[in-house]
């Protein structure tokens, strides 16, 4: 009895060295398959991405130029002064090089001479009017004012920009040149929104003159746009 009772312990340990090392296989195979199952989602997952890519590539181009320029201005927060005139200035220039690079896309990859043309018209009016912008930046030493009231010439953005996501459906299968001419005509009303905002705190005529100047140049645009769009559906 007293040898059995010696052997008991030895006999439990072994058992449980055996139970512990079946544990430990099972869990393996489990997380073998986990992971197989991991890798087969995630291979999937990257299909369609690439799918949406090769289906939507013209729009995610010209709709990442958008963001990526919506991203810019609201990330001039830290720069607002309060100074109207500054502050517009700002905004201005930055919004302007979002349609410079739709149009860089658009010169390099549309196929519509009518568009390419507009593309390049859009590109060096508004390397232009950054140089003026930066200009006036360059000797307007701005005065310390009421930020909010300024910041009011971004409020455009966001309801334009939940506009543009709406109606992004329409878009699908069209080409570079009708994305660009349906981008540039979001872009351009919400630069027009910015320069109207601004036309009711503006305090230099210099800035004015600029805002008016946009407005009157971008509506102009948005009908060519509008017409080209008309007769190029399909």
Same mark, same amino acid.
Request: hydrophobic fraction near 35%; proline fraction near 2%; glycine fraction near 6%.
């Given at each position: 009895?007293? =040898? ?5 312990? $030895? !006999? ?9 090392? +079946? ?5 393996? =195979?489990?997380? #073998? ?65 979002? +349609? ?6 658009? $010169? ?18 508004? %390397? ?26 971004? !409020? ?49 005529? #210099?800035?004015?003159?600029?805002? %008016? !100047? ?16 008309? %007769?190029? !559906? #399909?």
């Amino acid at each position: 009895m007293e =040898k059995i009772n010696k052997q008991l312990p $030895i !006999k439990m340990l072994f058992i449980g060295v055996v139970l512990l090392l +079946a544990a430990c296989s099972q869990e393996s =195979k489990r997380a #073998e398959t986990a992971t197989a199952t991991d890798a087969k989602s995630d291979t999937r997952l990257g299909e369609d991405h690439t799918q949406h890519t090769m289906q939507g590539g013209e729009m995610a181009g010209m709709m990442a130029h958008m963001h990526r320029n919506m991203e810019e201005m609201q990330g001039m927060r830290s720069k607002v002064t309060g100074d109207p005139d500054y502050d517009f200035a700002q905004m201005m220039s930055m919004h302007h090089e979002g +349609a410079i690079r739709m149009a860089e896309e658009e $010169i390099a990859n549309g196929t519509d001479s009518e568009m390419k043309e507009m593309a390049q018209k859009t590109k060096e009016m508004n %390397q232009a009017d950054i140089q003026k912008l930066q200009d006036f930046l360059g000797r307007h030493a701005p005065t310390a004012g009421d930020t909010t009231t300024t910041m009011r010439m971004m !409020k455009p953005m966001k309801s334009m920009m939940d506009d543009m996501h709406q109606n992004m459906g329409r878009m699908n299968g069209k080409n570079t040149d009708q994305h660009f001419a349906q981008m540039m005509i979001y872009h351009h009303e919400m630069g027009n929104e910015m320069a109207s905002e601004f036309l009711k705190m503006g305090k230099t005529q #210099e800035m004015k003159q600029m805002a %008016q !100047k946009t407005i009157n140049e971008q509506e102009k645009e948005i009908q060519e746009l509008k017409s080209w769009l008309d %007769q190029n !559906k #399909e």
